[in-house]
């Protein structure tokens, strides 16, 4: 009996063995099949990114699938539409597998996929089994995920720079990356027209922008094509809006991430819609996981504090975190005690504005959406 377990135990052993070898190889025979192969990684902008050069290349005539990671993991299919792939699904570094394959059965041309790896293994299996980019964009190098990526630039760098390919075009404005390849190319020279930024319906950044046109004119895809493109893209969840809730404009930054970003959403909304003499409310969506925004956020807060600006803190640790801004920022802050709408409503007979940041996960991804649910409808909520 002990020898027929220890038998069967070898043959399922070597029966996962020679699955995996056949995955491995169809999975690369897979990625040979499809020519343009785009990676995008970095710490902030991935997503928007991934979604303007996915939006370009499909106005090219490029036959494109995309893949975004992070709150609102989806594959971006050749006509534009949106599937959600994750749902409940733990995040699995494995996913671009299945990914992949059916972009080949659907006879992609090219795949854009955002970097979800962290740890420095998995930044290296993605450029060196799962991906294999031919073209990688790096967006920026800032501290963030601190245990996993490095708790300084140099660090950072020098991780995201493991998903470099060693055949991989690297659209990269940081010459940093220049001591890992000599493939990098910047984006600082592309022009772009302010007027171009401002006729996007949600927030762009200039940044994002030079970076899909550089990646544009290396696939020879012409710039009137590729503005023409970008314009088509959807945003994240996390920059979709503003909204309006009765007399309150909502405007979103849970996906920023970062003060400068969330500045710039915010004065750009306060400057467009003329709300330089209306209350306004922060709501900071707090996670558990990434307590370190309290700090990072804190200038900003206590800049709206000096403006006037109260706070509402709604997420995980609720009461810790109102604690931390009351004391480092002098802003009036509280927990928020009722469903995020109820609250919305209840402000929402006086003009007023909400300027929504910390993080898109959870609460604030219910908010948007239940926004967008309500959009157009005679109940609250309109989208502006």
């Given at each position: 009996?002990?020898?027929?377990?220890?038998?069967?135990?070898?043959?399922?052993?070597?029966?996962?063995?020679?699955?995996?070898?056949?995955?491995?190889?169809?999975?690369?025979?897979?990625?040979?099949?499809?020519?343009?192969?785009?990676?995008?990684?970095?710490?902030?902008?991935?997503?928007?990114?991934?979604?303007?050069?996915?939006?370009?290349?499909?106005?090219?005539?490029?036959?494109?699938?995309?893949?975004?990671?992070?709150?609102?993991?989806?594959?971006?299919?050749?006509?534009?539409?949106?599937?959600?792939?994750?749902?409940?699904?733990?995040?699995?570094?494995?996913?671009?597998?299945?990914?992949?394959?059916?972009?080949?059965?659907?006879?992609?041309?090219?795949?854009?996929?955002?970097?979800?790896?962290?740890?420095?293994?998995?930044?290296?299996?993605?450029?060196?089994?799962?991906?294999?980019?031919?073209?990688?964009?790096?967006?920026?190098?800032?501290?963030?995920?601190?245990?996993?990526?490095?708790a300084t630039e140099a660090q950072t760098v020098r991780t995201l720079a493991l998903s470099i390919g060693k055949d991989t075009a690297l659209v990269c404005d940081d010459?940093?990356?220049?001591?890992?390849?000599?493939?990098?190319?910047?984006?600082?020279?592309?022009?772009?027209?302010?007027?171009?930024?401002?006729?996007?319906?949600?927030?762009?950044?200039?940044?994002?922008?030079?970076?899909?046109?550089?990646?544009?004119?290396?696939?020879?895809?012409?710039?009137?094509?590729?503005?023409?493109?970008?314009?088509?893209?959807?945003?994240?969840?996390?920059?979709?809006?503003?909204?309006?809730?009765?007399?309150?404009?909502?405007?979103?930054?849970?996906?920023?991430?970062?003060?400068?970003?969330?500045?710039?959403?915010?004065?750009?909304?306060?400057?467009?819609?003329?709300?330089?003499?209306?209350?306004?409310?922060?709501?900071?969506?707090?996670?558990?996981?990434?307590?370190?925004?309290?700090?990072?956020?804190?200038?900003?807060?206590?800049?709206?504090?000096?403006?006037?600006?109260?706070?509402?803190?709604?997420?995980?640790?609720?009461?810790?975190?109102?604690?931390?801004?009351?004391?480092?920022?002098?802003?009036?802050?509280?927990?928020?005690?009722?469903?995020?709408?109820?609250?919305?409503?209840?402000?929402?007979?006086?003009?007023?504005?909400?300027?929504?940041?910390?993080?898109?996960?959870?609460?604030?991804?219910?908010?948007?959406?239940?926004?967008?649910?309500?959009?157009?409808?005679?109940?609250?909520?309109?989208?502006?």
């Open positions: 009996m002990k020898n027929y377990t220890v038998t069967v135990i070898l043959i399922l052993c070597i029966l996962m063995l020679i699955a995996g070898v056949m995955e491995k190889w169809y999975h690369r025979r897979n990625l040979k099949g499809i020519p343009i192969r785009i990676m995008v990684n970095g710490t902030r902008g991935k997503t928007s990114v991934t979604r303007l050069i996915a939006a370009i290349l499909r106005e090219a005539g490029i036959r494109t699938w995309a893949k975004t990671t992070g709150t609102q993991a989806a594959w971006i299919l050749p006509d534009g539409s949106e599937q959600e792939y994750r749902k409940k699904r733990p995040v699995n570094i494995r996913e671009q597998i299945p990914f992949i394959k059916k972009a080949k059965m659907d006879g992609a041309e090219a795949i854009v996929v955002e970097c979800m790896a962290l740890h420095p293994e998995n930044q290296r299996m993605m450029a060196e089994e799962l991906v294999q980019p031919t073209i990688g964009v790096i967006t920026n190098v800032r501290v963030d995920h601190v245990m996993e990526i490095g010459a940093r990356f220049d001591a890992y390849t000599s493939e990098r190319v910047d984006a600082m020279d592309e022009p772009i027209d302010p007027a171009y930024i401002e006729s996007f319906e949600y927030p762009v950044y200039e940044d994002n922008i030079r970076l899909a046109l550089r990646v544009a004119r290396m696939l020879d895809i012409d710039r009137v094509t590729a503005l023409r493109g970008m314009k088509r893209a959807l945003p994240d969840i996390g920059m979709r809006g503003p909204f309006r809730v009765g007399k309150c404009l909502i405007i979103n930054a849970f996906a920023a991430n970062d003060i400068e970003s969330s500045r710039t959403v915010f004065r750009r909304n306060v400057e467009k819609y003329k709300l330089e003499q209306v209350p306004v409310y922060v709501l900071f969506n707090n996670r558990s996981d990434r307590e370190f925004r309290l700090q990072e956020f804190a200038p900003f807060v206590q800049e709206l504090a000096r403006e006037g600006a109260s706070m509402v803190v709604t997420g995980e640790n609720r009461n810790k975190a109102v604690r931390y801004f009351i004391r480092k920022t002098g802003i009036a802050a509280e927990k928020l005690a009722v469903p995020a709408m109820d609250w919305l409503d209840g402000i929402s007979k006086k003009e007023c504005a909400v300027l929504c940041i910390g993080n898109i996960a959870n609460d604030g991804k219910q908010i948007i959406e239940a926004l967008e649910a309500l959009g157009g409808s005679d109940l609250c909520c309109s989208r502006l």
